[in-house]
């Protein structure tokens, strides 16, 4: 094992604090079940047993490298290797820390799938501070969207009278589905994310990714900031974006 | 398929499912793309089964897609969860219901976070208080949506209009059921029937009198991936899950698929149509897909209500061929309408599938 810098003893500490860490992993036998199940490894590149090799060796070297690489992003969190793991591991609950702190030390931004998360942040993150949930009827635009086929856009087009048609209420005062979230409830809703330390996250993935911008040679202005997510959101690393 | 040995394992995966007097917690995914859902969950506990359960307009989402995103902390989203709790204490009720599987895991794990960690309780105690001045107690009973549908399945089928039998041959319609992986894969003993054998949406399609169609990728995932869907660059790692399940099904011929988590259901409804746009390749039968429900809209079938007023409108794949074997009776010329009949247009025709 090679000598640690501080700030690597930093962000083991960091991984090795968390309730998660100890909960996912308790001893790994490596007996690679977890990748015999995995979605993602038949995917991606990807092999859980090696995760927990790695990280339970605790070479920090190795896993500082873990945290900038694409390797972290590939989990789909299925959470499969939960329940096929004899020992009670948790490889998925692990990526979630590896992740947390890759974002937090800033490493994300070295790696094409970790570079996502400002599109994420943008998307799901901005949904659920503007409207207080996920995913909201008029955040699922088409042209994000072409998955979703022509009856979302006829959906996404007629929305109001549809809603209303299914006994819905988007937008309105009042309970049901999809209705406004009120004022003192998104007011309780952004109080916690100021406690709890979620819109600090938030602003840790915006300024980690500016930074990233102005590495590129680029201002970090709204126009380019939006090209960025652009780039992130679209870019499979086969110079498609 | 033997069922004696499974019987015997499902024993030990039962679990306590409250009576009745029901705190709801809603789903943002379910909302969006079937809100008939949920209304239909609502009307069947009300207005059928005479159950009494609580909506509260002062919810907000659990974040939970956000959290396996990895873009929320585990201090906010736990926050959130007790928040929701603290609404639930304030209203005098104790029997939490769940209508989204994502947020079901959430709610979950963090209920047993706090029993491993009670200073990660405390800490969020002291957030709760600090954010917004409320305080908590745990539920007593914590279920998904579909356990209710579960433990009642019986009563609503004495309440039947039909039976998820074909019509023209008498013969039980052939039902692929998905749970959803955290129905039951990350608690095992917090879902019906369990990991291996889970039985919330078997035991409703079977007392329905359908027919549980067991193919190899039965438990494989959907491929929602959380980040990978919200990213279009890695809607193929999505799509890929999905085809593989849809490939280990077609040689069944399912009738339809039953999903327990709406995401699963958007996925599987979406990704065919997706798969027959790219490769021509569709998996039902005549150039159609396989219908994919929610088991409220099933439920909801079963007992009569018309399909559109469920919101089977707003699903891509059709589902018409299920309702004419089931003898379901619809108007099609309702099937795009407004509240009062209006004409609200028709969606653009697919190049492939119907």
């Known amino acids: 094992m090679t000598n640690a810098s501080p700030d690597m003893n930093k962000v083991f500490k960091r991984i090795t604090e968390d309730v998660r860490y100890k909960e996912g992993l308790k001893s790994c036998m490596n007996c690679g079940v977890c990748t015999a199940i995995c979605p993602a490894a038949e995917f991606y590149d990807y092999d859980p047993r090696l995760l927990l090799t790695i990280v339970q060796s605790k070479d920090k070297n190795k896993i500082v490298a873990l945290l900038k ?60 501070l503007k409207y207080g949930y996920c995913v909201h009827p008029e955040a699922v635009k088409p042209e994000l969207h072409p998955e ?23 937008n309105n005062d009042g309970p049901g589905t999809l209705r406004k979230i009120p004022a003192e409830t998104m007011k309780e809703l952004h109080s916690i994310f100021e406690v709890t330390g979620g819109m600090k996250f938030y602003s840790l993935i915006d300024e980690y990714s500016k930074k990233k911008v102005k590495e590129m040679g680029f201002e970090q202005d709204e126009k380019n900031m939006n090209r960025y997510f652009m780039h992130v959101y679209k870019d499979t690393g086969q110079g498609n974006s | 398929m033997k069922k004696e040995g499974k019987q015997q394992v499902w024993k030990e995966y039962q679990k306590d499912i409250a009576d009745n007097d029901y705190y709801f917690q809603r789903s943002c995914i379910r909302q969006n793309f079937f809100p008939g859902s949920e209304y239909a969950f609502l009307k069947i506990l009300r207005e059928e089964l005479g159950k009494n359960i609580y909506d509260d307009a002062r919810q907000t989402t659990c974040t939970g897609i956000g959290y396996h995103s990895d873009i929320i902390p585990f201090e906010t989203i736990q926050t959130v969860v007790a928040r929701h709790f603290a609404l639930m204490t304030e209203k005098g009720f104790h029997n939490f219901v769940i209508s989204c599987v994502t947020s079901f895991g959430i709610y979950s794990e963090i209920f047993e976070t ?29 279920t998904h949506a579909s356990d209710i549908i579960y433990k009642f399945r019986d009563e609503i089928f004495s309440k039947r209009k039909c039976s998820l039998v074909n019509g023209d041959t008498g013969e039980p319609l052939k039902i692929v059921e998905h749970i959803g992986c955290h129905y039951a894969k990350i608690f095992p003993r917090k ?11 078997s035991g409703m399609i079977e007392s329905w009198g359908g027919e549980v169609v067991d193919y190899p990728e039965r438990r494989h995932c959907c491929g929602f991936g959380f980040r990978h869907y919200l990213v279009m660059a890695d809607r193929g790692y999505s799509v890929a899950n999905s085809k593989k399940k849809f490939e280990s099904m077609e040689p069944y011929k399912p009738d339809a698929i039953v999903c327990n988590c709406p995401g699963c259901t958007m996925f599987m409804d979406k ?21 994919v429900l929610t088991y409220e809209e ?16 707003m699903h891509q794949i059709d589902c018409e061929p299920l309702l004419d074997k089931m003898k379901v009776k619809y108007d099609p010329a309702l099937k795009y309408a407004g509240k009062d009949g209006e004409e609200l247009g028709v969606p653009l025709q697919p190049n492939f599938i119907h």
């Open chain 2, 191 to 201: 879902g019906v029937g369990g990991a291996e054998f889970p039985q919330v949406l």
């Open chain 2, 114 to 142: 706090w029993k491993e960690f009670p200073s990660e309780l405390e800490r969020t105690r002291h957030y709760l208080k600090e954010a917004t001045g409320r305080e908590f107690e745990l539920p007593w009973n914590m």
């Open chain 1, 148 to 170: 979703q086929g022509p009856v979302w856009e006829w959906i996404f087009n007629n929305r109001k009278d549809l809603y209303e048609r299914l006994k819905g209420n988007l």
């Open chain 2, 298 to 313: 099933l439920a909801g079938l079963v007992l009569g209500y018309d399909p559109w007023d469920l919101g089977l409108q």
């Open chain 1, 69 to 128: 690489s694409d390797f972290i992003w590939y989990c789909g969190q299925c959470m499969s290797c939960k329940t096929r793991c004899p020992r009670g591991n948790c490889p998925g609950l692990i990526i979630n820390v590896l992740r947390k702190v890759s974002q937090e030390f800033g490493y994300f931004t070295e790696s094409r799938m970790g570079r996502q998360q400002y599109a994420v942040m943008r998307t799901v993150g901005e949904n659920i």
């Open chain 2, 271 to 291: 990704w065919q149509y997706v798969i027959a746009e790219m490769e021509n390749k569709t998996y039902g039968t005549n150039g159609n897909g396989i219908p």
